[in-house]
């Protein structure tokens, strides 16, 4: 999965099998301090860490983005690969941005596609049927509306009208 000399440049590399390679992260934040963790990438291009903030932490198999809400950071959904580090072999952090440890998670791993928020068959009926102009122009908006709220019940909020 990676070579020896990828390998060597990491310090607290706990197991490296054939399917995933596992190596001790952590995720800083200014007020509540480094969050540690067990970093884990797959062959198949998922990332998982299991948190170590606490003996008790239930919290396993986390997303990367949900790690780094764990310890606190609010933007993690746009940062999570510059926020979460690991260590090199001389005992710096660095991000994982910045290592070869999301090479196999960038070129393998195939996000879902999204669901339709929107039931598009029923909303070109509503719209027929629907003859006053201001009417439909305020149903664009409100769909508009929903699929950036992300409100999957448009169908409700079309009847309150």
Same mark, same amino acid.
């Given at each position: 999965?990676?070579?020896a000399?990828e390998?060597?440049?990491? *310090?607290?590399?706990? /197991?490296?099998?054939?399917?995933?390679?596992?190596?001790? $992260?952590?995720?800083t934040?200014?007020?509540y301090g480094?969050?540690?963790?067990?970093?884990?990438?797959?062959?198949?291009?998922?990332l998982?860490?299991? $948190?170590?903030?606490?003996?008790?932490?239930?919290?396993?198999?986390? #997303?990367? &983005?949900?790690?780094?809400?764990?310890?606190?950071?609010?933007?993690?959904?746009?940062?999570?690969m #510059?926020?979460?580090? &690991?260590?090199? *072999?001389d005992? *710096?952090?660095?991000? =994982? /941005?910045?290592?070869?440890?999301?090479?196999?998670h @960038?070129?393998?791993?195939? @996000?879902?596609?999204?669901?339709?928020? &929107?039931? =598009?068959?029923?909303?070109?009926?509503?719209? =027929?049927?629907?003859?006053?102009? /201001? &009417?439909?122009? #305020?149903v664009?908006?409100?769909?508009?509306?929903?699929?950036?709220?992300?409100?999957v019940?448009?169908?409700?909020?079309?009847?309150?009208?």
């Amino acid at each position: 999965m990676f070579t020896a000399e990828e390998l060597a440049s990491f *310090h607290g590399i706990i /197991r490296n099998t054939q399917e995933f390679v596992e190596i001790d $992260c952590g995720c800083t934040n200014l007020r509540y301090g480094d969050t540690p963790g067990n970093f884990r990438a797959y062959v198949d291009g998922r990332l998982e860490i299991d $948190c170590k903030c606490t003996e008790d932490c239930p919290r396993v198999n986390l #997303s990367l &983005v949900d790690f780094a809400r764990h310890a606190g950071k609010t933007n993690a959904h746009n940062n999570w690969m #510059s926020q979460i580090w &690991v260590f090199t *072999h001389d005992g *710096h952090k660095v991000s =994982l /941005r910045w290592t070869c440890l999301l090479k196999h998670h @960038r070129h393998t791993f195939q @996000r879902p596609l999204r669901q339709r928020s &929107v039931n =598009l068959e029923r909303y070109a009926e509503v719209v =027929l049927e629907l003859q006053d102009v /201001r &009417v439909v122009s #305020s149903v664009c908006v409100l769909v508009a509306t929903c699929v950036v709220l992300r409100i999957v019940t448009v169908i409700r909020a079309l009847h309150t009208l």
